[in-house]
């Protein structure tokens, strides 16, 4: 693999030379006043998620995901004293 070294004035003159290089598998380090500041090297493609909800290495879900919201408790019949709002409550 090819290392390139360059100022910063000439890499922002020539960027898409720089690009190309970079696709190629060259690593370009940008320097100022002589010291590396940067790197420009191939970007590397997100990993995708498999098909399946639960097979992407990104992908959390909370144990009580499922667990009713307490904001939501009146209006899913809780805490209010109507007989015609139904119940959610498993224990009746």
């Given at each position: 693999m090819k ?57 959390y879900m909370a ?30």
């Open positions: 290392v390139q070294e360059l100022g910063a004035f000439e890499a922002k003159t020539h960027l898409s030379r720089l690009l190309d290089a970079v696709e190629k598998g060259e690593k370009i380090y940008i320097t100022r006043r002589g010291k590396r500041v940067a790197q420009l090297s191939a970007a590397e493609e997100p990993k995708k998620a498999k098909f399946g909800c639960a097979k992407s290495p990104n992908f144990p009580d995901f499922d667990a009713p919201l307490e904001d939501f408790q009146e209006y899913m019949g809780k805490s209010t004293s109507d007989p015609h709002l139904k119940s959610v409550d498993k224990n009746n």
